[in-house]
Each structure stands twice: as C-alpha cells, then as structure tokens.
C-alpha cells in the first residue's frame, strides 16, 4: 500500500488518477442510463428457480403466453344495487371495444355477471411483450378509459394480473432517480454538519456519484452480455448502498487525512501516511461487505440471488473510487477544501478531549458492569421479533395507501369466488399407456380438493405429452387459506400414480416463495457468519476478538429486528413482513455493521501496539468515536430513503436497516465493544504476538 498511496499522492500522478476516472466516466457514463433497459421485472425472475411454481411456469409457455397478462374489469352499480339492462349492455359494448386492441393474448371473455346480479366482469388477456411489466400502467389506462365511459352510476376497477402488474410498475417508476436524489440529499446534510465546511462535503459525494455511475455501467454491460439478472429491487438497492457505503469509506479516509495534516506539514506525505493507516480497514470492510452480497447467490429466491452480485459489484466499485479518486482530488486540492476549519501541523487532536474521548472514560469506572447490563437490554429487545410476522403480504397489504387494483380485487372477491382472475394452473404427464386415465384422476382430485370451486376446473387440454388444467379458488388468492388449499391441492395431484402432477399459479408462486425464503434464511446467514468471522481474523490476527465481534452484531441484529417488529405492528399499523426480510436485515447490518468494528477494533490495535489494550482501546474510541458516528448516520439515512417508495417491504427494510445502524453505530460498537476491550484486555487479540508481548513489555494498562 505504501507504493501504491505514493503513487497517488504525486504531483503529477494524482492528476493521471483524476484522468483515468475521467475517461472512465465519459466511456461508462452513457451506459449507466441504460440500466432500466436490461432489468428483468416478470415473476420468474424472482422466484425459486427449482420451485414446483417456476417448473409450471416453464411447461404452460405451450399453453398460453407466458407473457400475457390477464386483465380483469369488473362492474358495479355505485349504490350497490343490481346491474340494470343498460348496465350490461354497456359493459358488452366495452367487450367488444377491449376485442379491437391489437396487443390481445387471446379472446376477451365476458360479460360474465355474478350470482348476485349486483356486478359483472370481462377477461382481457394482454400481450404486452417481454417488457409488458413496464407498458401494463399504460394498457390498464386505456381499459380504464373505455371502461369508465359507461351509463351513469357503473363504476369500473381494473383487477387481475395486469392491474397488480401497473400499480407495482407505478411504485417503481423512477426509483433508481428518486432514491438517488433522496440519498444524496441525506449525505449532504449529514456531511455539511460533519464538516462544517461549504466545500469539502462535495468532494465524497462527488466521488459517490462516479462510483454509482460507473458500477451501474458494469452491471449493465454484465446483464446485457453475461446474462447477469437485474430487476427493479437490486437496482434500488445498489443506489442506497453505493451512496451509503461509499460515503463511509470517504469519511473514514478523510478523517485520518485530517489526523495526518496537524502531524505533517505536507499534505502529500499526510495523505500517503493517511492511506497506508486507513486503507486495511476499508479495504477489509470492503471485502466483508462484497463477499457478504456474494453469498446470497446460494439462494433459492433469484431475486435474492440476483441481488448479490449486484451489490457486490457496487461496494468494489465504490472502494476503488474512494481509496484512488477521493486522495487523488484531496492532495491536488490542499488543505482549503477543508475552510473554514483548516487542520495545520501541530495543532492539538480535538479527538483527546472530545465527547468519545469522555465517554470512554466513563465505561473505563466499570466496564464489566457495563458490557452486561447493555448485553441485557439489547437481549430484552431480542424478544420483540416474537411480534415479527414474516410470513408474507397480501396484495392489499404490500402498499402504503390504496392501489386501484387492490380495490378492484376487493370488489371482485365480493361478488365472484376468491381466486376469480387467478387461477390454479394443474400439470400433469399425459404420454402413459393410460395417459386418460391418468389426467382424468388428476381432473378428480384437483375439483375435489376442499378450497376449490369444482365447477370451475377446465378440462384438460392437452400439448407435446403434458396435460393442462386451471381451477378458481373460494377465497382470496393471496390468503391464508388459499395457501393451504394450494398444499391441499398438491397433496391430492401428487398422489396420483405415474402423473407428475404439478401445481402452480400465483399462489402457488406466493407459497413457493415463503418456503424458500425460509430455507434461504437458514442457510445464508451461517455463511455470512463464516466470512466475517475469517475477514476479521485475518485483519485483526486473532480468534478471540473476531468471535466477540460476531456476537455483538448478531446481538444488535436481533435487538433491531425485534424493536423494528414493534414499530411495524403497533406504530406504522403494517399487517406483516415480507419473508425475506430478516435475511435482507441480517446481510445488511451484519455486513454493514461489521465495517464499524473494523474500523473501531484495527485502530484499537494500532494503538494497543503502543499503549497496551486498555489505554489503546479508549484512544481508539476517542480517534474514531466521531468519524464512525458520522458514518452511521449517513448509511442510517441512505437506507431510511428506502421509506419514499409506496411499498411496505422496501419501508421495513429501510427503516429496520436505519435503526440497526444507528443502534450499533452508538449502543454496541461505542459503549458494548470498548467495555468488552476493557475488560477481556489483552487476551482479546489471542492468540496472536499482541497478546502476550503486552506482558513481556510491560506496557501501560492503565486506562486513565
């Protein structure tokens, strides 16, 4: 690092760096805006690639479209009252209109009236393409036009796959720019408070915004050419976690460059020093993060898969920019960047006297005392994950505020069996000696199965040896209790002898994905486990404090899943939790979260080298305690720009990330881990040479 960090701080060669990022923007710059263009929204790209539901998805391409989107108008009387005549003459002339769209998957079904006679519904399957995710809100207006343009008191809602398809694609409309502008907005406050200087703060975002456009370049060329999947989640994800992660290794970097000026009158040979002192740290929380993202390509779920390298990608991207751009533009600049509050050689370290400097003092009175009694009460705050239901939201539950097709799905479930739009898709081998038989049994005992209205299971049509049957549902599709018909209804058709019956459908599909992302939960996060620990042993060369550490943050992990339940339960009145979201919190904070004991625990070391554990241990917390606050808020503000989006899952994320941070920034990394330094001392770097030449040196213990 020594030759590198010269190299950069050159008077000239700093201006090459400059250069090359240069040139690197202006190639890469273009293709960044193109990353929408590749991104990947249908259901299969999110869903268990071995799931029972993806395996039918894959065989009904025979059968129908896969990408046709059924679009389901259903009609009511706004009083409630009964459809008149002209009611239902209109709703005809709607049909007949809807049958003139030229992006038709199939014939318009309807006027199909309801029992009741009190609403009637039309079938309109579309075509849209592969890119029908995006043209749904589009098509589903034009229908709503048509539909709207009736006899006084006939409302119209839009329902179905495509009306779900155009609310979800209006909620992610403009997420890529919408979380970019939130988060940069969140870095500059946090940055003009941290620094007070009306000009340094550009810098770090500055060098953000390279490394955003260029990592978003990369994956694009990767999803356009290597068949990397992108969708919408990771896409948003990758802004809040550049911008975050990324302005975390600028502030760490930029406050021992600080450090390094009131100790050096040149400012080349502070940054140099500044490099070689920061840049382990970084690079290792760097490197925790990347290979954390990485193990999330074992997952079952692909949308959790894809997201990996997704992230992955950004965090190398923003570690390069930040540890070769950043220096470069600081040493070319000189200390002005840093006015009104210009750090000169020899002036005194505020860190010594700072607020993190008296805290530490207080933790040194008792620290045994105080590691337990904080262990205590983030244990208790474990205990609120047992109000966490993660289990899934319907619909109706997935949005803040009320969507059009979720009223539509409401109207619909009142006059028309539950699952109306959404059917159970049945597969079954049709190519046996008794192939009739066979699909006739299977007919059987999926109209049989309790939780399926009998009259509605089609008979089988039948294509290159597979049989295809659909069947409504009595409730609503994205219930409980269509979940357990749908296990009921692949117990029945699983046990028909030699039919490789499968089940799938959109519920099928919701059933599939709670299944896997629980299954993804137990396997991901021992992984996570495994790297860190490795990461932090290599760094630090010991056992004992990596095993600490990993404790610590698996204990603020729960406290913050647990306080974040309650919030989402009794305060923001949220009917649930997306099953992968205790995954997606462990990765982030855990990952995330390690980077401020990396950068607390290596500067602790530095100093315990010359000081000895305890008086290193509250040097180090003096010397970080604020830059590590500062980091904390921004990447806690960057992930709480998750809560501008209309969807339930992306808030919880934000706002459970945004808490664990904040929780671990101030609670476990300055007032846990420097008691636990206190007190385990000097065998916390067992069993490296640290631990034991401590004693041979006789070196200061003391922690005054």
């Known amino acids: 690092m020594p030759r590198i960090s010269s190299w950069i701080t050159h008077r000239w060669t700093a201006w090459a760096v400059i250069g090359f990022w240069i040139v690197v923007l202006a190639a890469l710059g273009p293709l960044a805006g193109k990353l929408s263009d590749v991104q990947s929204n249908d259901a299969k790209t999110w869903l268990p690639s071995a799931a029972e539901s993806t395996q039918v998805l894959d065989v009904t ?4 479209d896969p990408n046709t989107l059924p679009a389901v108008i259903v009609y009511v009387r706004a009083d409630g009252g009964a459809l008149a005549p002209t009611d239902l003459a209109a709703v005809a002339r709607d049909a007949q209109t809807f049958e003139q769209r030229d992006d038709l998957g199939g014939e318009v079904v309807g006027p199909i009236p309801s029992k009741d006679r009190e609403a009637a519904q039309v079938v309109v399957p579309l075509d849209l393409g592969p890119d029908g995710w995006n043209k749904a809100p589009d ?14 008191g006939l409302t119209a809602y839009v329902a179905g796959p495509a009306g779900q398809a155009a609310d979800s694609a209006k909620a992610f409309e403009g997420i890529e720019s919408t979380l970019l502008f939130a988060a940069a907005g969140v870095v500059i406050v946090i940055l003009l408070l941290t620094y007070r200087s009306p000009i340094l703060w550009l810098l ?32 948003g994800i990758l802004t809040v976690l550049v911008f975050g992660a990324g302005t975390d290794y600028a502030l760490l970097l930029v406050a021992r460059y600080r450090e390094e000026l009131r100790r050096h009158s040149d400012r080349r040979d502070a940054m140099g020093r500044a490099l070689h002192r920061a840049s382990p740290a970084i690079v290792a929380s760097g490197a925790t993060v990347a290979l954390g993202m990485l193990c999330l390509l074992v997952a079952q779920m692909s949308s959790t898969s894809g997201l990996g390298p997704v992230a992955a990608i950004g965090i190398v991207v923003a570690l390069l920019v930040m540890l070769t751009l950043l220096p470069a533009i600081l040493v070319v600049c000189g200390r002005w960047v840093f006015w009104p509050r210009v750090p ?32 205590a009460l983030l244990a208790v705050a474990c205990l609120g994950v047992t109000q966490l239901d993660a289990t899934g939201l319907s619909t109706a539950e ?27 898709v049945v597969i079954a081998d049709a190519t046996g000696a008794d192939a009739d038989a066979t699909v006739a049994a299977v007919r059987t005992a999926f109209a049989g199965t309790d939780g399926i209205d009998a009259s509605s299971v089609t008979r089988p049509v039948v294509k290159g040896g597979v049989a295809y049957l659909e069947g409504t549902l009595t409730s609503a599709p994205d219930s409980q209790a269509a979940y357990d018909t749908i296990d009921r209804v692949r117990d029945a058709v699983h046990a028909v002898p030699d039919a490789d019956a499968k089940v799938g459908g ?81 990765v982030f904070l855990v990952a995330l979260g390690i980077d401020y004991n990396i950068f607390l625990m290596t500067r602790v070391r530095e100093e315990a080298a010359r000081l000895g554990t305890r008086r290193g241990a509250l040097v180090g917390l003096a010397a970080t305690g604020g830059v590590i606050t500062s980091a904390g808020l921004v990447l806690a503000g960057t992930f709480a720009t998750l809560g501008t989006l209309p969807l339930v899952a992306f808030a919880e994320i934000g706002f459970a990330v945004a808490f664990g941070v904040l929780l671990d920034t101030l609670i476990v990394r300055s007032v846990l881990v420097t008691a636990l330094n206190l007190d385990v001392g000097r065998a916390m770097w067992w069993p490296s040479r640290l631990s034991r030449e401590e004693r041979r040196s006789g070196a200061p213990e003391s922690v005054v």
């Open 204 to 235: 770090p975002v500055l060098s953000a915004g390279v490394a955003l456009t260029v990592s978003q370049a990369v994956i694009y060329l990767l999803a356009d050419n290597a068949g990397l999947t992108v969708n919408a989640q990771s896409a």
């Open 139 to 152: 098509a589903v207006a034009e229908l709503r036009q048509v539909a709207d343009d009736g006899p006084p």
């Open 344 to 375: 000169h050689e020899g002036q005194a370290e505020p860190t010594e006297t700072g607020v993190w400097a008296h805290v530490g003092r207080r933790i040194a009175r008792g620290p045994r005392r105080t590691w337990a009694v904080t262990s």
């Open 506 to 586: 959109t519920t099928a599909v919701n059933v599939d994905v709670l299944h896997a992302s629980w299954q993804d939960t137990q396997r991901i996060i021992p992984l996570i486990l495994l790297v860190v620990f490795v990461i932090l042993g290599l760094l630090l060369r010991a056992i004992t404090a990596p095993i600490i550490l990993i404790g610590t943050v698996v204990l603020s992990f729960g406290a913050a899943l647990g306080i974040s339940a309650l919030f989402f339960k009794h305060v923001f009145g949220y009917a649930g939790a997306d099953p992968s979201l205790p995954l997606f919190v462990f």
């Open 61 to 64: 391409a025979r059968f129908t």
């Open 398 to 424: 997935s949005f803040r505020g009320t969507q059009a097709s979720v009223e539509g799905q409401e109207v619909l479930q009142q006059h028309f069996p539950g699952g109306s739009g959404q059917p159970v």
